[in-house]
Structures are given as C-alpha cells and as structure tokens.
C-alpha cells in the first residue's frame, strides 16, 4: 500500500517555531540508592517529533491541509522536511491548529507530526 505525501503549500513561505525532539520515552531514568543516575535503554526506535506553524497560508492551502488531515488523521504519510530535505513517514498527534495570521484570509497552522518508522 503506498502512502499518501503531505500537501505542498505554496503560499507559506515561513515555517516558525520550527522543533525536532527525540522521544522522551527512549530511556527510562531513575536513581540509585547511591544517587548515580540508572539508565535503562527501553526502545531501539527513537521516534522524533516534529513542531512548527505554517504562516502565511491561503485560505485554499489552509483547506487542503485540513482534508489531508481528515483523510490521514489516523494513519502513516509522507513528509518532507524543510530542515534536513530528508523524507520521513510520520503521523498526526494532534489536529492542526489554525489561526489568522494578520489578515483576514492568512492562515498559522500548527502541525505536530512524529515519526513512525526509521528512515
């Protein structure tokens, strides 16, 4: 089954607030009776999420984005990051959150995408 890519989106060149975090869930820390911290290594797979807003979006992208949304809310797509060039299979956490922008037809979204496989 192929997956389905992430829409391009023309009208929003800037991509503010940009975040790539490892898992907090990767390693599980706890102390010692001697206060030396104990590492436990608790997955292989260290899933990276991914934060940012659209700004500057048109009114047609902002509903694009938001039928891509609806059509992939509950599974795996393709993303391309802006920072790295790389491609990545991700998946929503969380509905994008849209907001104006400055005018009445300019559109912030807010994604939060993570990752689900390794490149």
Not at 18 to 37: C, K, M, N, Q
Not at 102 to 116: A, F, K, M, S
Request: with cysteine; glycine share 6%.
């Amino acid at each position: 089954m192929a997956l389905n890519t992430f829409p391009s989106i023309a009208s929003a060149p800037l991509c503010d607030g940009f975040r790539d975090e490892p898992s907090a869930d990767a390693v599980l820390i706890a102390s010692t009776a001697s206060g030396y911290p104990l590492l436990n290594k608790l997955f292989t797979f260290d899933p990276r999420t991914f934060r940012f807003d659209l700004r500057f979006v048109s009114q047609t992208d902002k509903e694009n984005v938001l039928a891509f949304y609806e059509a992939n809310k509950d599974v795996p797509f393709l993303w391309t990051n802006g920072q790295d060039h790389q491609q990545y299979e991700v998946a929503f956490v969380a509905r994008p959150g849209c907001a104006l922008d400055g005018l009445p037809d300019v559109w912030r979204i807010g994604l939060e995408l993570r990752q689900t496989t390794p490149i």
